[in-house]
Nanobody, 122 residues
């Protein structure tokens, strides 16, 4: 069983920054594309960002220019650096792993973390 554990969530003021981390168990981390998704109260879970094994990235339009996804294969960790945070970014953030190529589709991800709460105050 591949396990993903997110950390770094918390409360931050609008305009501030927050960094999330996701540590992945197993020996094949470098082969996975990694994605970040989020779900706000009363809303569907949505794609945020993804990074492929070759380090190419993809972002939702709502976070482009503000969020940065990166990975450290030596540490089996994927990161999401969130800058210029807005109240609309408030959600539970999940990391996920896939061997597929369609990184924005949550149905393609086989493994998910437990989520970490990010709250942005006005």
């Amino acid at each position: 069983q591949v396990q993903l554990v997110e950390s770094g969530g918390g409360l931050v003021r609008a305009g501030g920054s927050l960094g999330l981390s996701c540590v992945v168990s197993g020996r094949t981390f470098s082969m996975y594309a990694m994605g970040w998704f989020r779900q706000a109260p009363g809303k569907e879970r949505e794609f945020v960002a993804a990074i492929r094994s070759g380090h190419s990235t993809a972002y939702a339009n709502s976070v482009k220019g503000r969020f940065t996804i990166s990975r450290d294969n030596a540490k089996n960790t994927v990161y999401l650096q969130m800058n210029s945070l807005k109240p609309e970014d408030t959600a539970v953030y999940y990391c996920a792993a896939t061997l597929g190529t369609v990184v924005a589709a949550e149905g393609r991800y086989a493994y998910w973390g437990q989520g970490t709460q990010v709250t942005v105050s006005s």
